[in-house]
């Protein structure tokens, strides 16, 4: 996923033991605010990552600023 004001990605494969990075950053011009969020774990994951769309993610990273900053999101 990638926009303007937000994208997501997933950065595999460091080292010998190995890591898999989901990482994602909103830009919200709305509020005004910027938020990044990154989950990480080695390979194989010990729990599978959830099947969750990057947009569904994001959406909700936006959804706490919206009512942090009330009136911004109209």
Do not use: K
């Given at each position: ?11 595999s ?7 898999v ?5 909103l ?9 990044e969020?990154?989950m ?5 994951p010990?729990?599978?990552?959830p ?10 990273m936006a959804?706490?600023?919206c ?8």
């Amino acid at each position: 996923t990638r926009q303007l004001d937000r994208m997501a990605a997933v950065i595999s494969g460091f080292g010998s033991g190995g890591l898999v990075t989901h990482e994602y950053l909103l830009a919200d011009p709305r509020s005004g605010t910027m938020v990044e969020l990154a989950m990480w774990a080695t390979t194989p994951p010990l729990v599978e990552w959830p099947s969750v769309s990057d947009a569904q993610v994001l959406d909700a990273m936006a959804a706490p600023l919206c009512n942090a900053y009330v009136g911004s999101c109209r």
